[in-house]
């Protein structure tokens, strides 16, 4: 590259040899081009570092950054958003894959309308071998020009992986980034929710894959997944359940607490919030994505169409 790109993509990863070869390759081949790839390793002790330097080697938008440690996913995470100083920022996964238009379509949306903070696009969950099993409905009220409906929104509907978007750098550093606690990102995406609109490009083009050793599924208890994002939350004592849970609804209220909002919006948020902390305490329960199909007409490539797309270009 010689001018300045608009666009990092951040690619945090630890031991992800299974799949982020084609993950790269999905990223790379976008019709988009203009971005650098910062890609951290977290001390990866697989075959994850000798992938990323083959990379790297062969495109020069790819930063390869290796961490001595493995210092947990959460400022693995924030670290390669603070490498960057670009316009524009998404987080990406090692085992993901996108539509080869998806960075070109969000950011058109974003320079048509200066007043979205995201754009991302329709997704599909795909299983360990790249197929389908699932296209859930976003049904979130991010495009409303109502803040505290917005944030109605993120906590009481289920569905979204915005955070995954292209986002504008400088709302993201108004935040205090990705949490080590149990569902900092649902967090973080509202306090991004109360500072703008999303938008949602109407066609599928990112594929969240599904697989036994995500996080979700590898670490199946709060703390275990606290841990796996930040390792000194291991400790019991210094941080049982209660308090996770605790510095959950602590995020939304910081996220609150900062937006710019009128007292009569911060009024509403504050009693939305309420009424979702009785909710959640009475049913004690988590909702699941339901297998529902966006409104409107879909197109996309399946996974092993856009790979075979990309690899001709």
């Known amino acids: 590259m010689t001018a300045v790109p608009r666009l990092t993509v951040g690619l945090p990863v630890y031991n ?22 910062i890609i951290s390793d977290n001390a990866s002790t697989d075959g994850t570092e000798r992938i990323c330097r083959e990379y790297a080697a062969r495109d020069p938008r790819i930063r390869y950054l290796r961490q001595p440690v493995n210092i947990g996913a959460t400022p693995n995470h924030n670290y390669v958003f603070e490498q960057s100083h670009t316009e524009l920022f998404k987080w990406a996964s090692y085992d993901d894959l996108y539509g080869r238009e998806l960075l070109a379509r969000c950011i058109a949306a974003l320079d048509d309308d200066r007043d979205l903070v995201l754009a991302h ?35 009481f509907t289920v569905g979204g992986d915005d955070f995954y978007g292209v986002i504008r ?33 109407p066609e599928v083009l990112f594929f969240r894959r599904d697989h036994p050793d995500r996080a979700e599924r590898a670490k199946p208890t709060i703390r275990s997944r606290a841990a796996n994002m930040e390792p000194r939350r291991a400790h019991r004592l210094s941080n049982p359940t209660a308090r996770l849970l605790a510095e959950y609804v602590g995020g939304f209220v910081g996220a609150i607490r900062r937006a710019p909002l009128s007292s009569a919006e911060r009024r509403r948020c504050y009693t939305h919030l309420l009424r979702w902390m009785a909710s959640r305490a009475a049913h004690r329960s988590s909702a699941r994505i339901e297998d529902t199909v966006p409104r409107g007409p879909r197109r996309s490539l399946t996974p092993p169409q856009a790979l075979a797309e990309m690899r001709r270009r």
């Open 121 to 155: 696009a329709w997704q599909a969950i795909i299983d360990a071998a790249g197929e389908v099993v699932l296209t859930p409905a976003y049904a979130l009220a991010t495009d409303s020009p109502d803040p505290a409906e917005r944030f109605r929104s993120m906590l």
């Open 16 to 37: 992800g040899e299974s799949y982020l070869a084609q993950s790269l390759d999905a990223l790379l081949g976008q019709s988009y081009g203009e971005f650098e790839l």
């Open 169 to 201: 750098s400088e709302m993201l550093r108004r935040t205090p980034l990705h949490g080590s606690y149990h569902h900092a990102d649902r967090t973080l995406m509202a306090e991004l929710a109360l500072s703008g609109r999303f938008y949602q490009v």
